[in-house]
């Protein structure tokens, strides 16, 4: 089990015998699997719920944009320009927040704020403009590289074949 995982569920063992009154995790441990089940059940729903609101407010497009390569000098963007065409085809956005735990994040690339557009079409620009297009998500001794955009895309792997091979070459956390 990796380090986070383990470190989550020594919280939760602790948290599970804690006074009901003070712990959340304890009062809906007392109350049993089944209120355990509606508050995960709960909280799916939110997370579908605000994807789907999340797609269906970014509209569509199929485009080649511009990316802002934001850390330049990050084993990711190794003999990366600091800025780069990429494909993309339906809503490739991400909203990130401040990682917890024994996690950590980066965004690497970057929409621009303007002019993103460099050739196909477009829907819900705006949607686009300055959001995260590549993070970089550490948690424990893991990490997982997400791109907002198809950088193995036929017609665009000169501009950003790299951030794959990049990836897959990745230094060991330490």
Do not use: C
Not at 75 to 86: C, E, S, V
Not at 94 to 113: C, K
Not at 139 to 155: D, T
């Amino acid at each position: 089990m990796s380090d986070v995982l383990q470190q989550l569920a020594a919280t939760l063992e602790q948290r599970k015998i804690a006074d009901p009154e003070t712990s959340y995790v304890a009062s809906l441990h007392q109350s049993g699997l089944n209120k355990i089940l509606e508050k995960v059940g709960e909280e799916a729903t939110e997370v579908i719920l605000a994807a789907k609101d999340l797609q269906q407010n970014e509209g569509r497009s199929e485009l080649v944009a511009e990316v802002d390569v934001l850390i330049e000098d990050h084993p990711l963007t190794w003999g990366m320009p600091a800025k780069a065409g990429a494909f993309s085809r339906g809503t490739p956005v991400f909203a990130t927040s401040i990682p917890v735990l024994d996690t950590d994040r980066r965004v690497i690339g970057i929409y621009p704020e303007r002019d993103l557009l460099l050739s196909g079409y477009i829907e819900g620009e705006k949607q686009l403009q300055n959001r995260p297009s590549m993070v970089w998500v550490r948690a424990g001794k893991g990490q997982i590289v997400l791109f907002g955009f198809r950088p193995q895309f036929r017609g665009s792997t000169a501009a950003t074949f790299k951030l794959v091979f990049n990836s897959l070459l990745l230094p060991p956390v330490k």
